[in-house]
């Protein structure tokens, strides 16, 4: 298993411009979700979802927009990135929610100037 | 509502002493907690977690931590450190299953200590 993949690895924007960031898993995990880490604030939560087509907002979910068509795809989609978006992104899986363990992908940098 | 504090951002020891790195929560149900490290450019990995157990949970490469409900803390300990811990470490916070509301499905990570260990 590959576990959860992430692309790009890094990414340099300019303020205004829309990209997805994408996010897959092979490990038919029902709960998907994404999380920006910035230094000194932990990680937060942006967006998740508990299953194919059902998708919800985290503490942080404006400018920011997600879908879950498939069970192994969550792509994240800046609308009109902003130089408060930069910062380390995450994606993560798990069985289900509550008790079960998150597996994250290896992150992507981004970089709004 | 549930919110994670680690209390100190950064930890310095010497390897072989002791490592303590405290988390405290605050959940509106019963939780269920977890810490996990990040190695640098890398993402986190699950060091260990309690779901209701055992009170005291033992996770990989040595370390352990001790759910006490009175104190509403969830401490990281390892009795020797090693070179190999310097990382950065998270605490964080899942409601129960059954707990619905707006806590269902989030994970609450604290701010995170980043661990130094000196030879």
């Known amino acids: 298993n590959a576990g959860v993949t992430q692309t790009p690895k890094f990414q340099v924007l300019k303020t205004g411009q829309s990209m997805t960031l994408q996010c897959a898993q092979d490990?038919?995990?029902?709960?998907m979700s994404w999380y920006r880490q910035d230094p000194g604030m932990g990680l937060r939560l942006i967006h998740y979802?508990?299953?194919?087509?059902?998708?919800d907002q985290g503490e942080v979910p404006n400018g920011y927009n997600v879908s879950r068509s498939t069970t192994e795809d969550f792509p994240l989609r800046l609308l009109s990135a902003a130089p408060s978006q930069t910062s380390v992104y995450f994606c993560?899986?798990?069985f289900g929610t509550g008790r079960h363990e998150q597996y994250f992908g290896p992150g992507t940098r981004l970089t709004v100037t | 509502a549930q919110s994670v504090t680690q209390l100190g951002s950064h930890v310095s020891v010497s390897e072989g002493a002791l490592v303590l790195l405290r988390c405290n929560y605050s959940s509106s149900v019963p939780p269920y907690l977890f810490w996990y490290v990040q190695y640098p450019n890398q993402g986190l990995q699950l060091l260990l977690k309690?779901?209701?157990?055992?009170?005291l949970v033992k996770g990989i490469n040595g370390f352990e931590a001790e759910f006490k409900k009175s104190e509403t803390s969830f401490h990281l300990t390892k009795p020797s450190a090693h070179m190999s811990d310097a990382a950065e470490y998270f605490c964080?916070?899942?409601?129960?299953?059954?707990?619905?509301?707006?806590?269902?499905?989030?994970?609450?990570f604290g701010q995170g200590t980043i661990l130094t260990v000196h030879p």
């Open positions: 964080a916070v899942s409601a129960s299953d059954n707990a619905g509301g707006t806590s269902y499905g989030k994970l609450t």
């Open positions: 993560a899986s798990s």
């Open positions: 979802s508990v299953g194919a087509g059902i998708t």
């Open positions: 309690y779901t209701s157990a055992a009170t």
């Open positions: 490990m038919n995990h029902e709960y």
